[in-house]
């Protein structure tokens, strides 16, 4: 799926050197025993089409009464399962996560070029309320 990511989005963060099946598979591993990090996966006759990566954080503003949030790292439904509720049932899994933390907001990032990712999340009910901004030095 990353590479499906890499072609759609262009963006340079995903400028990476191929990957071998090994190779992912201990990244992955290496994420999955990570404490407060969690991962949903949709599949469909065996094969993965979809998943969903969050973890607990700190609040970006360290003054706030809100102390930790849950946040989105990552998401990606392949275009032949998008508009099928795929991402929605996957969210909700990742939401009912968050709440068991006991946490009361859901945050992530979407890149700026990734138009069909930022409907879709609106389409979830989130809002922007900060952006973030990045120049190559």
């Known amino acids: 799926l990353v590479y499906f990511i890499k072609n759609e989005t262009k963006d340079e963060y995903f400028d990476f050197n191929t990957l071998s099946d090994t190779e992912v598979e201990m990244k992955l591993r290496d994420l999955a025993g990570k404490q407060g990090f969690i991962t949903f996966v949709a599949k469909e006759a065996g094969n993965v089409i979809a998943f969903i990566s969050g973890e607990v954080r700190e609040c ?62 609106e389409s979830l009910g989130y809002k922007t309320f900060r952006e973030q901004m990045r120049k190559g030095i």
Not at 83 to 92: A, I, T, Y
């Open 60 to 121: 970006f503003l360290p003054i706030s009464k809100v102390k930790k949030v849950g946040y989105i790292s990552s998401a990606y439904v392949l275009p032949g399962y998008r508009n099928q509720h795929v991402l929605k049932n996957l969210e909700g899994l990742m939401l009912e996560y968050f709440r068991s933390q006991g946490l009361s907001y859901a945050e992530l990032n979407v890149m700026t070029k990734n138009i069909t990712g930022k409907r879709a999340w």
